[in-house]
């Protein structure tokens, strides 16, 4: 679906809720939301995983989840009386209750090789329009060769904090890999300390990087401040910029990397936090 189309359809549906006074749950938009990715996934792959079993390993084998194959899978003689419901793909995800699998099976399909790229495009397009109309607190990035979802916070902050980020922190791939971890379990239950650990360690890859040294992130504060003095950035600047950077290690040490005692509620501070430090030193490469 287009993207101006997508648009004109979320605010036709809006209105007809308005209008009617129709107040839809969260429950209702997740709900609408999976049905979506089911219709884009019958529209653009059904045929393509139902056809070809070898698709249907590759997405079980990423996802982790065993599958028992069926007999004379889409032979020429029984291909005409199969349908879209009888893949064993299309069974997970319209079976899932779990939203975070659902995501995971969407992500999956991907990080698909054997999946043609135009269709999976075609599916991606779809499923970003879905988000929009089904109105879903999710953000979506997609990437050339994957698409990475997280819990949408300020859209703002999302775009400029996260979204950008992921652009140019691919120039740093192990910095990158942390920092997209992060993203990935930023709503799980018992992840919190995982969460924050991977940004502390995204930064300070980036910056073991950019400075060419091998410093713990609370042993370059030296590098970090001939870098601001550098790159001419105000004293003021430089020494909130310090400053913020100091607490940033001491809230890491004594909340996650030597301990385990993070507040559920400050995680998305420091996520835009660690956002608001990579985003700085990257205007200045």
């Given at each position: 679906m287009a993207k101006n189309n997508s648009n004109e359809v979320d605010i036709k549906l809006k209105g007809f809720y308005k209008r009617w006074k129709i107040d839809i749950s969260e429950d209702e938009k997740w709900q609408e939301f999976k049905n979506r990715v089911l219709n884009a996934y019958e529209k653009h792959l059904g045929y393509e995983f139902l056809s070809k079993s070898e698709i249907e390993d590759e997405?079980?084998?990423?996802?982790?989840?065993?599958?028992?194959?069926?007999?004379?899978?889409?032979?020429?003689?029984?291909?005409?009386?199969?349908?879209?419901?009888?893949?064993?793909?299309?069974?997970?995800?319209?079976?899932?209750?779990?939203?975070?699998?659902?995501?995971?099976?969407?992500?999956?399909?991907?990080w698909m090789k054997k999946v043609p790229i135009a269709k999976k495009k075609k599916f991606i397009s779809d499923i970003e329009d879905s988000i929009q109309i089904s109105s879903v607190p999710l953000q979506i990035k997609i990437n050339e060769d994957e698409i990475i979802f997280y819990p949408l916070g300020a859209k703002l902050l999302d775009k400029k904090l996260v979204d950008d980020n992921l652009d140019w922190l691919q120039e740093y791939p192990k910095s990158y890999e942390l920092f997209k971890k992060s993203l990935h379990e930023i709503d799980v239950i018992g992840k919190e300390r995982n969460v924050v650990d991977n940004l502390r360690l995204s930064l300070e890859l980036l910056l073991k990087e950019k400075f060419n040294n091998q410093k713990s992130l609370e042993n370059q504060k030296n590098s970090l401040g001939n870098y601001l003095k550098e790159n001419n950035v105000s004293n003021e600047v430089s020494n909130l910029f310090i400053t913020v950077t100091d607490y940033y290690n001491k809230f890491q040490n004594n909340n996650a990397k030597h301990s385990d005692n993070v507040n559920r509620n400050e995680i998305e501070f420091i996520l835009y936090l660690t956002g608001i430090i990579m985003r700085f030193l990257n205007y200045h490469k």
């Open positions: 997405f079980y084998e990423i996802i982790g989840v065993h599958r028992t194959k069926t007999s004379g899978y889409m032979s020429f003689d029984n291909m005409f009386d199969k349908t879209i419901g009888d893949s064993s793909t299309y069974q997970f995800l319209k079976h899932q209750d779990n939203l975070k699998k659902i995501l995971l099976g969407i992500e999956a399909i991907s």
